[in-house]
């Protein structure tokens, strides 16, 4: 609570900061000690961020030649640490597998996740989310050499869907392709390496990560134009219960994806998808038409 109270005094007039605090208390609980709890003073306290994320799934989070870990959800997490800290280096960062990124949250071991995550509202039951930073959806690879063009040719009992070990991808395949046989993987990588060495002939995965695929290795593989269903939200998830921290992450969402920070989101976005990412909002456009 402190600590957001000193991020507060940055931006609001004193009057604002009692009226806010207070209802950050009161959402929190009556226990003044419970208020006290947040994750963000344990951060501010401790001098750098904790954060858990995927090492397989480029362009968004993904291990380097050099063995470093980069991508679009790595330098969002990084912005982050600047604004908190001043520095862009102070965050520590988690691999965990599809499944291993909500215990890593709520067991307090990583302080925010961002991995290639799409809202769900099950997954909402289990854990907190910001407002989404980006838009994805899903999309599929397939090799050429299976002579598939379409989602109706894929749906053939002699292909193979490499899948992930999550819910999501066994709904999607049983409503859109249920006559498709599965293999199932534990990360974005195995399931590229199933369809890479002919294991499976096609995969399901989050928009941005397949057109990479698709486009690092163009001459064996292609991407399907329809998507699995509708446009979905990437968002960075959290261990709910803990407000503060909570409202500190989504506003910082909010000002780099339409506010105060959009400069430095535009410069991230262009840097891993090569184009412009959703306009900020309709007050700039109109603004800048006078």
């Keep these: 609570m402190r600590a957001l109270r000193n991020l507060l005094k940055r931006w609001f007039s004193p009057a604002s900061i009692v009226a806010g605090t207070m209802a950050v208390s009161a959402l929190a609980g009556s226990n003044p000690a419970q208020a006290q709890a947040s994750r963000l003073d344990e951060v501010m306290q401790r001098g750098k961020l904790i954060v858990s994320t995927f090492g397989t799934s480029p362009p968004l989070c993904f291990t380097d030649e050099k063995g470093q870990l980069v991508g679009f959800d790595i330098d969002i997490a990084r912005l982050i640490a600047k604004s908190m800290f001043g520095d862009p280096n102070k965050v520590d960062f988690v691999t965990v597998t599809s499944e291993g990124r909500w215990p890593s949250v709520l067991s307090g071991r990583a302080d925010f996740g961002i991995a290639s995550t799409t809202v769900y509202p099950d997954r909402a039951m289990r854990v ?154 309709f007050y700039g456009a109109a603004a800048a038409a006078k």
């Design 128 to 281: 907190a989310f910001t407002r989404p930073y980006m838009d994805s959806g899903i999309s599929l690879l397939v090799r050429k050499d299976a002579g598939i063009s379409t989602i109706a040719e894929l749906n053939n009992s002699k292909f193979t869907l490499a899948n992930l070990s999550n819910p999501q991808m066994v709904d999607r395949q049983k409503r859109f392709l249920p006559d498709t046989k599965t293999l199932t993987f534990d990360t974005p990588s195995a399931m590229f390496l199933a369809v890479k060495t002919g294991q499976a002939q096609a995969m399901q995965f989050d928009s941005p990560v397949v057109d990479w695929y698709g486009k690092e290795n163009s001459q064996d593989l292609i991407v399907l134009p329809e998507m699995l269903g509708n446009v979905q939200n990437n968002a960075i998830f959290l261990k709910p219960g803990d407000f503060a921290w909570w409202l500190f992450l989504d506003t910082m969402v909010q000002e780099l994806t339409t506010g105060s920070r959009y400069n430095e989101y535009v410069e991230v976005y262009q840097k891993w998808f090569g184009r412009n990412p959703p306009p900020q909002r």
